[in-house]
């Protein structure tokens, strides 16, 4: 068994004293998150103070700061709002359904998987709008979903963590591969992809956060519905049919709500690793295992985690930027490193 | 005491098979003092191995365009002189020399990291030591390092990511499936420290970096394969030594200490040679993944032995990556794909297929 969340899932007496202080940690990570926009709209390669950002919110003036923002700083800042919140949410529901505190899209291959749709979308079926490329990137999330599911449940100890993992490392490998291939054979798939970079939220336009907004609404709103059903997975598929929940029907509405943060998420900004394995820990740190609140929190914090990765790749190597893709991989890896050697969490 | 040259004549007299010394088939081959056991099975495997490889590359000789037909091919090689002699020879023949080498150097490297570490997923480029020696190199092209010193310096990362990987990941031994895991997310993290610094450098810097970094062979030839085979020879005496090392190492080690061995030096001498071999190959042709995983495991499956086979590993590795870079010449022409994507796309499932396998076997 893995450590998910038996201790407490469920069938806690839940005293006031202990939702106060979860209320008090979701305010703070709201509180958290105004400041991570706040600093997306202040800090790059020119800085702007508050009042600036302020006045050029207010009123669109058309002075430099308000381009910086308007143009710049804001869809970027929309999209790691809307990215960061479907992985990390993705990535408690991918936890929860696998109980597996190894799971997480990119790691699992699920991301892989959807940018293989994308890069398919265009260079297959000549898709050139991004409309057009969330719909092949949930297609590609279901399918590659499916896969490592099959697959690891085919290695008779399909609970076991990190084989999970390591089949999710190959799937990632190979979707990668064919994707470098489909972009090396045709050079017009190519020019369309360089728009659509790896891993960065960086240098899009602002209707690409609202094009995904309601994909990943709807995928909220599952895995808010999925969340009473998820406490009572973690006690066993017996228990949980014990407690009146039809154990198909909660799988079937998380894993739904996965597919749909993941091929949205990735459609918006590319396969971005480690916000959906972080996140969820994080939060289940801070406010225990009762799903109501770990998603809660984890939407709140995977933007703010995003978007501090975003600025921290604005910063790091001037006069170039960093996308955020690869600044949460730098964070996130040595974190795999102490999760792995953690003894309790695998049991292999 | 005999002399010298009875000595001398004595060993060349017995190089012959002795009789069979033991069950399963094996055969003593005695030169002098040292012998050396050898299954028939892996003789056999090997030189049928060698026909493959040679027929592999007289087929990657002769496709392309211009079409040379085998037998052209042949002559040429034969040095007969042909009006092929200047696309066999010059053109081609360069880069598929360099594609034995470097697919020989990845076996041996997998063979070798995969039998120290008892681990059938522990291979350099799924660790993090093929990303070591591609940082390092990328740190060097991009600092304006003299030319001479990106080999070395990738060397020296190669070594450094094992270093490191010992350190964070060896925690539970290096069997487990949760070593390779950290090593997946050591080769992670310098895959990104990697983009850092292909980001952060000059552009024409960067892109000779990004170049450098494709696990390709297009463009590439005797230098590059001068420099492999060189670092093997440098190696080979702790690769003969590895033939025997290697069986030894069945012993567990309190045994292996009473018979008078030293399984913590013998460890560390083959690690070593593993990482340096698969960080030479990576730095002259780049990271031609999941050869050093797969040609371990495809030949201890053919010789039927418990442990990789080093010699056959050599030849497995080395028809991988010429019938790799055979298909990205040819299976999109004109576009070329480099050899690595191809060894990428085939390896994945390859992996998966290991792990499904293995759990099996231990359920």
Not at chain 1, 34 to 54: E, R
Not at chain 1, 103 to 109: C, S, T
Not at chain 1, 195 to 217: E, H, S, Y
Not at chain 2, 269 to 292: E, H, K, N
């Amino acid at each position: 068994m893995t450590t998910v969340a038996v201790q407490s899932a469920g069938l806690e007496t839940s005293p006031p004293r202990r939702d106060r202080r979860r209320l008090a940690v979701a305010v703070g990570a709201l509180a958290l998150l105004g400041l991570a926009v706040l600093a997306s709209f202040a800090i790059g390669s020119k800085p702007l103070s508050p009042a600036q950002v302020w006045h050029a919110l207010v009123a669109a003036d058309g002075s430099e700061a308000s381009i910086i923002i308007w143009e710049l700083r804001m869809p970027r800042t929309a999209i790691g709002l809307v990215v960061g919140a479907a992985l990390a949410v993705s990535g408690v529901l991918l936890q929860a359904l696998t109980r597996n505190p190894l799971a997480e899209p990119r790691i699992m291959g699920i991301s892989a998987g959807a940018s293989l749709g994308v890069v398919v979308a265009i260079a297959v079926f000549g898709v050139g709008t991004l409309a057009g490329y969330v719909w092949f990137g949930i297609a590609g999330a279901l399918v590659a979903g499916l896969l490592v599911f099959g697959i690891a449940n085919r290695t008779r100890d399909g609970a076991n963590p990190v084989t999970l993992a390591l089949v999710g490392v190959a799937m990632d490998a190979s979707f990668g591969a064919i994707v470098v291939a489909l972009l090396s054979i045709d050079a017009r798939t190519f020019e369309e992809y360089r728009f659509w970079v790896v891993g960065g939220i960086a240098g899009r336009d602002a209707t690409v956060a609202a094009q995904v907004v309601p994909f990943a609404l709807v995928g909220l709103m599952l895995a808010a519905v999925a969340a009473r059903g998820l406490d009572a997975l973690a006690l066993g598929d017996d228990v949980a049919r014990g407690l009146g929940h039809r154990v198909g029907l909660v799988r079937l509405s998380g894993g739904a709500a996965a597919v749909l943060l993941i091929g949205a998420g990735v459609a918006a900004a590319g396969p971005i690793a480690f916000v959906g394995l972080a996140v969820p820990h994080l939060a289940r740190a801070l406010v225990g295992t009762d799903h109501r609140w770990t998603l809660l929190v984890s939407g709140l914090l995977g933007p703010v985690l995003l978007l501090a990765a975003d600025i921290i790749g604005r910063l790091i190597a001037p006069p170039g930027e960093i996308p955020a893709g690869i600044v949460t991989a730098l964070i996130g890896a040595p974190l795999l490193v102490i999760m792995v050697r953690r003894a309790r969490v695998v049991t292999s | 005491m005999t002399t010298l040259r009875e000595r001398t004549a004595d060993r060349a007299l017995a190089v012959t098979t002795a009789s069979t010394t033991r069950p399963g088939n094996r055969t003593l081959l005695r030169l002098g003092r040292a012998s050396l056991l050898v299954r028939r099975r892996s003789v056999f495997v090997a030189v049928g191995l060698l026909v493959v490889l040679f027929a592999a590359m007289v087929l990657s000789l002769s496709l392309g365009t211009p079409y040379v037909a085998p037998v052209d091919v042949l002559r040429s090689l034969s040095g007969a002189g042909t009006p092929y002699d200047l696309v066999v020879l010059d053109l081609r023949l360069p880069r598929i020399v360099l594609a034995v080498v470097a697919g020989a150097a990845f076996g041996i490297a997998g063979t070798l990291i995969q039998s120290v570490s008892r681990n059938a997923l522990a291979s350099p480029d799924i660790i993090g030591i093929t990303q070591g020696a591609g940082l390092a190199a990328t740190i060097a092209l991009t600092t304006g390092v003299a030319a001479a010193l990106v080999a070395p310096a990738a060397l020296a990362g190669g070594l450094f990511a094992a270093a490191a990987l010992l350190a964070l990941g060896s925690k539970h031994g290096l069997a487990a499936q949760r070593f390779v895991l950290a090593g997946v997310a050591v080769a992670m993290a310098l895959r990104a420290l990697t983009e850092v610094v292909l980001l952060s450098a000059d552009p024409i810097d960067g892109m000779r970096a990004q170049i450098w970094l494709v696990g390709t062979l297009a463009g590439k030839g005797w230098t590059e394969a001068t420099y492999i085979a060189i670092t093997l020879v440098v190696l080979l005496p702790v690769l003969l030594w590895a033939g025997w090392a290697l069986n030894s190492s069945a012993l567990d080690d309190d045994t292996a200490r009473g018979l008078g061995l030293r399984p913590t030096a013998r460890r560390v001498g083959l690690a070593t040679t593993g990482v340096l071999a698969a960080a030479s190959v990576t730095a002259q042709v780049g990271a031609v993944d999941f050869v050093a995983l797969v040609a371990p495991q495809v030949a201890r499956r053919l010789v039927r032995a418990e442990r990789p086979p080093l010699v056959c590993a050599a030849l497995v590795g080395a028809v991988l990556v010429v019938l790799a870079d055979l298909a990205g010449r040819r299976l999109f022409a004109p576009t070329q794909l480099p050899a690595g994507v191809l060894t990428a796309a085939i390896g994945g499932p390859y992996l998966i297929f290991l792990l499904v396998r293995g759990r099996r076997r231990a359920a």
